[in-house]
């Protein structure tokens, strides 16, 4: 059988990973550093987030390379290449495919600014003017960091460059890769807002509701089709031949799904990452707010639990120990300082001795103003071990809120609980918490990076290796089956 190489142009790292198509064996693995940040100190503090995204270009190429290099004489059984990547964000592209912006991504805060005269933020006017029923089309409600908040903020202050073309990050690399115009797929288009997921193309009307052309969003195709070969610069920076299949993109969200649930519509997936979603695959459009409905790879769809209360609530509350440690008492940080962490959260009771986090630390994407609370402190139970392991409780309720808000709206509970993201991963205490959360044991893949496994998948569907997604869901292994 063929070999597929997976590619996931993720936040922290771009990851890229080679699967046996036969028996799902990773047969080479690379991750690198995603070093493209350029936000300036005064942007991070006003909420900004911007990426160099023609670097991003050059380390995902990179990855590749050295995925592929690691291959031995089997790179000749490549049969092509599947990309994934960070959703919502936005690159704008000329007409050669350049990068005429940074990569704006989903971390960006600039929509929730308040717009001159309006007594308005930017999404809120945008989503006043996309109306109340938008979300019942687009599965989704507009929040800041989406494409369509993002260039909307960009019409309105004078800064959308004329001609260009709107692009999320993993279809950029794939038209660089190529050296064909940039197109996205139903699961990236999605996550703009702007979206019609029954037709699973753009809402021409939405976008016009908002004042944007849609001349700037490119050709939406499935995820899995043929993009076009690999460009002859990108056969030599990656050691591969010339017109190898690269095939239309897919989002991260739904890539990980793909590459961690062996049976579709048995399972409830928590993939943990900086962020955190719970997701269902479901055959039809299911209109549950706030819960999104996400196109799903090739057909059906996700009904998906998305929130900011991920790996970023234990980083922030790591970074405040950080703080403790070197303000307060003038110490040395261990380096060892998550592991620490755990063992206390793993000695500290159940429960957390009566402590009760509500982890909303960076608010909720459908409730941008919540804030985090720890309740039921007292002189007793205010230990370090409590706090910490009721902020990983804290998670997991917010896990489970998700499920139970997904089995409410469809009726269908299931049966297999399947844990991914490295939030998850490196993590066992959490990991603990939420399977006696679920009630379900917690299964977790073999393979680590369960996006660019997934994009690897649909690679094989492209390539004509399986015959659908569900099948080469099939392939996927867990830890100790």
């Known amino acids: 059988m063929p070999v597929t190489i997976g590619l996931d142009i993720g936040t922290t790292t771009v990851s890229c990973v080679a699967v046996d198509t036969d028996c799902g064996e990773e047969l080479a693995f690379t991750t690198l550093a995603n070093s493209a940040n350029i936000s300036s100190a ?5 909420g900004r987030s911007e990426w160099n995204a023609e670097g991003i270009a050059r380390i995902a190429t990179a990855a590749v390379g050295q995925c592929a290099g690691e291959l031995g004489q089997r790179i000749s059984e490549v049969a092509g290449i599947g990309i994934t990547g960070q959703q919502h964000g936005v690159v704008l592209l ?40 938008a ?67 753009w809402d021409e009307g939405l976008i016009a509701r908002l004042g944007l052309s849609r001349s700037l969003f490119p050709q939406v195709r499935e995820a899995g089709d043929a993009l076009g070969g690999l460009s002859a610069a990108a056969a030599v920076a990656t050691g591969l031949p010339v017109g190898l299949p690269v095939f239309v993109a897919l989002g ?39 819960l999104e409905t996400r196109p799903f790879a090739r057909e059906g769809y996700l009904l998906v639990h998305a929130g900011l209360s991920g790996g970023q ?32 959260a793993a000695e500290a009771p ?45 998670m997991a309720r917010v896990f489970l ?47 680590r990076e369960e996006a660019a496994f997934g994009a690897a998948l649909i690679a094989g569907v492209g390539a004509g290796v399986f015959a659908s997604v569900a099948e080469a869901a099939h392939i996927v292994q867990y830890q100790e089956d």
């Open 350 to 394: 159940a429960g957390a001795g009566g402590l009760l986090c509500d982890p909303y630390f960076a608010g909720a994407r459908w409730e941008p103003e919540r804030r985090a609370s720890i309740a039921g402190m007292s002189d007793i139970n205010l230990t370090p071990g409590n706090v910490i392991r009721s902020v990983l409780e804290g």
């Open 313 to 344: 609530a234990y980083a922030i509350l790591h970074n405040l120990l950080r703080q403790i440690a070197s303000q307060l008492l003038g110490s040395a940080i261990p380096a060892d300082l998550y592991e620490r962490m755990n063992s206390l």
């Open 42 to 46: 005064g942007d991070r503090a006003r």
């Open 94 to 133: 000329d007409v050669e495919n350049r990068a005429v912006s940074p990569l704006i991504n989903w971390q960006d805060r600039r929509g929730e600014e308040i717009m001159p005269g309006e007594g308005l933020s930017y999404v809120e006017k945008a989503a006043e003017l996309a109306g109340p029923e």
């Open 401 to 447: 809120d998700g499920y139970q808000k997904i089995r409410t709206a469809t009726g269908q509970p299931r049966s297999g609980l399947v844990g991914a993201g490295n939030g998850l991963r490196q993590n066992a205490v959490l990991s603990q918490i939420v399977a006696q959360a679920f009630g379900l044991p917690l299964r977790v893949p073999v393979h």
């Open 135 to 201: 979300p019942r089309t687009s599965g989704c409600v507009l929040s800041a960091g989406f494409m369509g908040v993002t260039l909307y903020w960009l019409r309105q202050t004078g800064a959308l460059p004329e001609g260009a073309t709107a692009a999320f990050v993993a279809d950029f690399v794939a038209a660089t890769l190529t050296g064909r115009p940039p197109v996205t797929d139903p699961t990236n288009g999605a996550g703009s807002g702007l979206f019609d997921l029954h037709t699973r193309t």
């Open 252 to 290: 991260d969200n739904q890539a990980s799904f793909l590459g961690s649930v062996a049976s579709l519509t048995e399972t409830v997936l928590v993939n943990v990452g900086t962020g955190a979603q719970v997701g269902c695959f479901v055959d039809s459009v299911c209109h549950a707010p706030p």
